[in-house]
Structure formats: structure tokens, C-alpha cells
């Protein structure tokens, strides 16, 4: 498995400025870079912890899991369908999804945006990210969305081992993720040999504490 060295990690800081407009092409562009084995220039890696908040890294990772999954067409409900991105509860994301991701597309699939509060419509999504809120509720989501080609990506500790697919971990102030391979499998979703390559691999290890 191919960990981060520090020069390529991600950066992040909660705090925003007010008013700043931060769009997520430099994240989405070095994002790839990542993905193809590049360095990150020393600027980047100086400016992220002043620049980007944890959530527009999450953004920029969210729109680009997109790019190296391929999705069967059952994912979609007919081929005009959108590429859908959801999220599950509370939102966390504040405005940062809306303005980063606007008028994007995944394939030749408009990208569309929305906030769930039944998770019976996530169905309808390609990649739905599960609330913090939501976390108590994991099995029953992963019920739900039984023989469904949906991406589970969520940020609560141990939600990838519990049965999501993709889990986002903060290790020294950096955004890393772990990837599930038994979800993966259930999905029906194809990973890039190149996604697994940036992610800490952990299988099924039953349901979240407190469930």
C-alpha cells in the first residue's frame, strides 16, 4: 500500500476568512497530481494550512473519488440522469459544496448537489456523505441501500470498518481516507488501482459503537 509522504499530503484549517471565495480547481488539479505520482509544488503544501479549510478539501477529494470509480449504468435512472453528490443530515459543508462544485460535470453528466433527510432517497445517489448525525443510523442505512451502486463516504471514527465504503481521517492536521474493500465489493462500484493506492485499506469489522 502506498502511504503519503508529508510533502504530498493535505494540508487543512478549519478557520475561514470572512468573504474569501476559494474555488477547488487548485485543490481538484493537485489532487491529480497527487493521483499520477507528482510532487506538490513547495508553495502548496506552505499555503494550504492558511488557505484551505478541512471541507474544501473534503470537496476536492469527494469530486475526484468521482473520477477514478467507474459507475455501471445502473447507477443512473435513465441516461440523461445527473451525477448526483448527497448529503445525509446535518450538513457540515456550509456553502463550500455549492460554490466549488457549480456547473461541473462528471463524464458527460451534469454534477447535481443535494441535502437528504430520508435516507430511503439516497438511492437515488451516486455518492451520498453521511452526517455525523447520521452515524448512529449506519446500519440501517447500509440496509437500505442493499444491491444499490452507491459511494458511502463519511467522516465519524470507524465508519469505513463498520461498513461504509470511504471515510475520511484527519492525521497531523492533514485530510487522509480509508477505504473499505468488502463496501467497495457490495457497491458494484470498479476503484481505480490508483485510488487504492492513496487510501489505508481496512475491512468489515462490524457496526459502529453505540449502535
Not at 437528504?116 to 453521511?130: G, H, P, S, T
Amino acid at each position: 500500500m502506498k502511504m503519503l509522504s508529508g510533502a504530498q499530503r493535505y494540508s487543512l484549517t478549519d478557520r475561514r476568512r470572512p468573504g474569501s471565495s476559494r474555488p477547488a480547481r487548485r485543490l481538484i488539479l493537485l489532487f491529480a497530481l497527487l493521483i499520477s505520482g507528482s510532487a506538490y509544488p513547495p508553495w502548496f503544501a506552505r499555503g494550504q494550512s492558511h488557505e484551505a479549510s478541512g471541507y474544501e478539501v473534503k470537496t476536492a477529494f469527494l469530486f475526484n473519488f468521482a473520477k477514478f470509480i467507474d459507475w455501471p449504468p445502473s447507477s443512473f435512472a435513465n441516461p440523461q440522469f445527473p451525477f448526483t453528490i448527497c448529503v445525509l443530515g446535518l450538513d457540515p459543508f456550509g456553502n463550500v459544496l455549492d460554490e466549488a462544485l457549480q456547473g461541473k460535470v462528471i463524464g458527460d453528466r451534469p454534477l447535481a448537489l443535494r441535502r437528504l433527510k430520508d435516507k430511503a432517497e439516497a438511492r437515488r445517489c451516486q455518492i451520498v456523505f453521511v452526517s455525523s448525525s447520521e452515524s448512529a443510523h449506519l446500519a440501517e442505512i447500509l440496509v437500505s441501500l442493499q444491491g444499490a451502486n452507491v459511494l458511502l463516504v463519511g467522516e465519524t471514527n470507524g465508519f469505513a470498518a463498520s461498513g461504509g465504503t470511504i471515510e475520511f481521517t484527519l492525521e497531523e492536521n492533514h485530510v487522509r481516507f480509508s477505504i473499505n474493500t468488502d463496501a467497495v465489493n457490495r457497491s458494484g462500484l470498479r476503484f481505480s488501482s490508483k485510488l487504492l493506492a492513496l487510501a489505508k485499506i481496512v475491512r468489515d469489522q462490524g457496526p459502529l459503537k453505540g449502535e
